[in-house]
């Protein structure tokens, strides 16, 4: 069964940086999508990123594009989200979710995924 675990979350200041990081274990992702979610308190879900099993298609939301990079190190068996000049409207709880995906299948539609990890808070404030 695969398990999957956020960390690098934590308090920024605006124009600051984080890197996320989503570690699997009990399968290897070689075979999986991944994607980056973040829900903050009232909001739906909503996706931020992400990546196909090959590593050679991503996508990004628009809110995002060009701050955040979505990467994944099959050797570690962990996805990064490296998070750039960072926002106050960033804040959130951040999730990885996994899908077992062929060639350059993707989604930023939480509802395709079937694995999740606990999620990582991330706040972005002064």
């Known amino acids: 069964q695969l398990q999957l675990v956020e960390s690098g979350g934590g308090l920024v200041q605006p124009g600051g940086s984080l890197r996320l990081s989503c570690a699997a274990s009990g399968r290897t992702l070689d075979y999986y999508a991944i994607g980056w979610f973040r829900q903050a308190p009232g909001k739906e879900r909503e996706g931020v990123s992400c990546v196909s099993s090959t590593g050679g298609s991503t996508n990004y939301a628009v809110s995002v594009k060009g701050r955040f990079t979505i990467s994944r190190d099959d050797a570690k068996n962990t996805v990064y989200l490296q998070m750039n000049s960072l926002k106050p409207e960033d804040t959130a709880v951040y999730y990885c979710?996994?899908?077992?995906?062929?060639?350059?299948?993707?989604?930023?539609?939480?509802?395709?995924?079937?694995?999740w990890g606990q999620g990582t808070q991330v706040t972005v404030s002064s």
């Open positions: 979710a996994a899908e077992v995906a062929a060639n350059n299948w993707m989604s930023l539609d939480p509802d395709e995924y079937d694995d």
